[in-house]
């Protein structure tokens, strides 16, 4: 099928692109209608026509997934597809379809769609399409791990906490309590190891650490000052 | 007479098994990756993939017929004597246009409007009925 370039271009330039699940029914779609017989294709109505597509797709889905959960079923099966094709179906009428009591699977649906599938050849997608790789971000636990939890109520099948985290409290916990503090710049030097299954630190990142204080009114002007002085100790260096 | 109508299933039954387990082997033209993320974007949750190749013959069927329809209507159209020899279109290939795909899909949703439109009709007009008969027993107590 011959494509429409001068559309295309002129869509790309003017409009957002469109999603990549539509552009590939717009594809599948164009190649259905060159099995069917046609030559080309207005570039509307192949989007219309591939919507189309996409929708019947989506009512098939929801409406099985719902005969599904009324049955008290997660998962569907077979028999709730058939069904769901049978109520899509039934305004347009299908053979079998006065009589309610007809075996799902005996449908005539299932035999319309087997007589399709001999009839038409096989044309598959021209390119593979690439799956969205779902990596298991999973943190170890502290049993895989081999460590204990920090403390008695978590449990050891509970997922490590955070390095950063851990390394705080313990200097939280060598310094003394403190309620008191200001805002201070590290330069992290070189490249950190954090342990098994942590990600490592980029070389040369620079963190900045602050710790929030509570207190009233008196302290809150304390506060303020000093937040002031910050700022202007960072002007005087950017300067 | 028993034995033939369960022979008969039987013979259903294997027929189908036969139809799952070859889809495995076709490739409709419609792939499974755009199939699966329409079905678990609108909840449809199964492992199988026959089922989600099952889902993608029935998409690549009914878009086959619309677009025949389409292609009935493109050549109806071609076909047609013109009067006016000047407008005639010299590009005589079989362009899927927007005319024709509306008037394609309008038969689907005549068909479906159609049916939810006799069932309205039907249904409000048995209430309207109760209604009236309702009221016109009320009217005779009043008047014994």
């Not at chain 1, 957002?16 to 590939?24: D, G, H, I, K």
């Not at chain 1, 046609?38 to 889905?61: G, H, K, M, N, W």
């Not at chain 1, 309610?100 to 005539?108: A, I, M, N």
């Not at chain 1, 799956?131 to 490590?160: D, N």
């Amino acid at each position: 099928m011959e494509p429409p370039a001068k559309h295309e271009e002129e869509d790309e330039e003017n409009g957002p692109r469109p999603p990549f699940a539509a552009t590939v029914s717009r594809v599948a779609v164009a190649q259905i209608c060159l099995t069917v017989g046609y030559a080309a294709a207005e570039p509307a109505a192949l989007c219309s026509l591939a919507d189309v597509a996409a929708r019947f797709v989506q009512t098939l889905a929801r409406s099985g997934a719902s005969i599904a959960a009324a049955h008290g079923r997660t998962d569907a099966n077979l028999l709730d597809l058939v069904r769901a094709m049978e109520d899509l179906s039934l305004p347009r009428g299908f053979a079998g379809a006065f009589n309610p009591t007809t075996p799902l699977l005996r449908s005539s649906i299932l035999r319309e769609l087997m007589a399709f599938v001999r009839s038409v050849e096989e044309i598959p997608f021209p390119r593979p399409i690439r799956r969205e790789s779902v990596r298991a971000r999973v943190s170890p636990s502290f049993g895989q791990m081999g460590r204990e939890p920090p403390f008695g109520h978590v449990p050891r099948w509970l997922p490590c906490f955070p390095e950063a985290w851990e390394r705080s409290r313990r200097e939280g916990e060598g310094g003394g309590d403190r309620r008191e503090g200001e805002g201070k710049r590290e330069m992290a030097k070189g490249v950190r190891l954090l342990g098994e299954g942590e990600r490592v630190l980029l070389a040369g990142r620079e963190r900045v650490c602050f710790r929030l204080e509570y207190c009233g009114g008196s302290c809150g002007e304390r506060k303020k000052k000093r937040v002031g002085e910050e700022a202007e100790e960072r002007c005087g260096k950017r300067r | 007479m028993n034995s033939s109508s369960g022979e008969g299933r039987h013979d259903d039954d294997s027929a189908l098994a036969e139809f799952l387990a070859s889809l495995m082997d076709y490739t409709p033209t419609i792939p499974d990756e755009l199939v699966e993320h329409y079905l678990s974007r609108s909840g449809f949750h199964c492992p199988d993939l026959r089922l989600t190749r099952l889902v993608a013959v029935a998409a690549q069927k009914f878009i086959s017929e619309v677009a025949s329809d389409a292609l009935q209507h493109c050549k109806a159209r071609q076909a047609a004597p013109v009067k006016d020899k000047s407008k005639q279109p010299k590009d005589k290939r079989l362009v899927l246009t927007m005319e024709d795909l509306s008037k394609a899909l309008r038969e689907v949703r005549k068909l479906t409007v159609s049916s939810i439109y006799f069932f309205e009709v039907t249904f409000f007009g048995i209430l309207i009925y109760c209604l009236l008969i309702e009221k016109k027993k009320k009217f005779v107590m009043i008047k014994v």
